[in-house]
């Protein structure tokens, strides 16, 4: 006979035996805290719209991803249609004449005597005139973390972060120092080796944060494409290497999320920032300038023009309308110039005036097709290259289309949307992690994109 007292105990056992199968049971979630949603956005520099649309391009990874959720006919961007202007308008929700960034970094000693040059290492409270999206989860208590964004410089509004220029004694840094994923040597000298080998450190550092912190927001920024078609031209295969190159980072960034745990509650949006065309022709705006008397001792308004590629903005000491008008002169219908814009002409198409802002130009130089402006003072006004690769032309430009691929939680599988503007993609953001952003922000959630209930 078994006496009151073992019963009992027998019975404290069955019901502690019940309870752990219950809580194994898949039913048994409902009691529990539901995960909160997580967002993770790659941006694959300078991949074009026009890539993406290649039956063969080695991509398993994107297509996997196109086929579960969504993805665009093309994105487009706003004006410029360079790096960080656009990683800017993908934050924030506004172009360029909302949050003033034109070109990679914060133009200095412009309307001076001497030229103006860029700062790269401003701060984002000094770049970036509005509110961005990862400023909002910051406030909303959730975690951020970047590696590799651009005009995010010192954001006290990011948890975790890996930037361009690492730091050896930053905390992911010294995470994957001491994982034997990088030396600090490297790390000191981080801009010696190949950009695809600076990308995948980018990646091991997005997978550190995912594996060790959780951010409920990620933003990575990868730039071989863009490097690669920069220094060979657009559409030929050191591009489509590259594309299977970055394709495989992106596979490495889900499989980190799956380990975890989190693939159910991970949204991954793919983007890029403009396309790339090839060109063959470079021009020299500072060669008129000189040539008018425009630059050096005696000029009484001194102008300098800064080439970025597909444009150049020129800025002039005391410049006045007329001032303006006579610089405007001076580009138009030369060969090479697409376009020579007043402020206000410039205006039209996305761009600040000087009245917004001390970044916006006295006049936006485009140029024409098969032309670029670089970076390098040539003695002569047009020199011809070999083939190489450009952007900054306008955003109309076909080859400037970027590109917009969305899966994962809260995406429904509705395959091909048409085009949208990169404005889009922050409220978007901020829908899926259900919080509060932007509302006079130009952009708008892409609520077609979402499963029902999101």
């Known amino acids: 006979m078994v006496s009151s007292s073992k019963r009992w105990r027998h019975l404290l056992a069955a019901a502690g035996l019940l309870a752990g199968l219950v809580a194994l049971m898949p039913g048994a979630q409902a009691t529990t805290t539901t995960p909160r949603p997580k967002v993770i956005v790659i941006s694959l520099d300078a991949f074009g719209a026009e890539s993406l649309k290649e039956p063969e391009l080695p991509a398993p990874t994107l297509r996997a991803l196109m086929q579960q959720g969504v993805h665009a006919v ?6 410029p249609t360079i790096t960080w202007p656009n990683h800017t308008s993908m934050v924030t929700g506004v172009d360029a004449s909302r949050h003033h960034v034109l070109v990679n970094g914060l133009i200095v000693n412009q309307r001076e005597a ?5 700062d790269m290492d401003a701060p984002k409270s000094q770049l970036v005139a509005v509110p961005t999206v990862y400023d909002a989860a910051h406030a909303a208590g959730l975690v951020t973390a970047e590696v590799d964004w651009v005009a995010i410089m010192h954001a006290p509004s990011i948890a975790w972060r890996f ?4 730091d050896p004694d930053g905390a992911v840094e010294q995470e994957l120092v001491r994982e034997g994923v990088v030396t600090r040597d490297e790390l000191v000298h981080f801009g010696r080796p190949s950009q695809a080998w600076r990308d995948r450190i980018y990646t ?8 060790k912190h959780h951010p409920d927001l990620l933003l990575l920024h990868l730039l071989a494409l863009d490097s690669i078609e920069h220094a060979t031209g657009y559409g030929n295969d050191a ?9 495989d980072r992106v596979k490495e960034v889900v499989d980190a999320v799956r380990a975890e745990g989190e693939l159910a509650n991970t949204t991954f949006i793919i983007v890029s920032d403009h396309g790339q065309q090839s060109v063959h022709h470079l021009l020299n705006p500072n060669v008129p300038l000189r040539e008018a008397g425009l630059q050096g001792a005696t000029a009484r308004q001194p102008a300098f023009a800064l080439p970025e590629g597909g444009f150049a903005l020129v800025f002039q000491k005391n410049a006045t309308d007329a001032s303006r008008q006579e610089l405007k002169k001076l580009f138009a ?3 090479g110039i697409r376009a020579a814009l007043t402020p206000d002409e410039a205006a039209k198409l996305g761009w600040p005036i000087p009245a917004q802002s001390n970044q916006a130009p006295d006049l936006l130089l485009y140029a024409a097709d ?7 003072d040539t003695p002569r006004y047009e020199t011809p290259t070999v083939e190489i690769g450009a952007h900054g032309y306008p955003n109309t430009a076909p080859l400037m289309q970027a590109i917009f691929i969305a899966a994962g939680a809260g995406i429904r599988p509705a395959g091909e949307i048409p085009a949208f503007p990169d404005v889009d993609v922050a409220p978007t953001i901020a829908h899926l992690l259900h919080i509060k952003f932007g509302d006079d922000v130009q952009g708008k959630p892409l609520t077609k994109i979402l499963a029902p209930g999101e």
């Open 163 to 166: 930037p361009e220029h690492p």
């Open 74 to 79: 093309s994105m487009q961007p706003i004006n």
């Open 239 to 247: 591009g489509r290497n590259t594309i299977a190159f970055l394709d």
């Open 333 to 335: 219908g030369k060969p």
């Open 204 to 211: 091991r550092a997005a997978v550190d944060i995912i594996r």
């Open 370 to 376: 098969d032309y670029e402006f670089p970076d390098k």
């Open 114 to 118: 001497t030229p103006p040059r860029i």
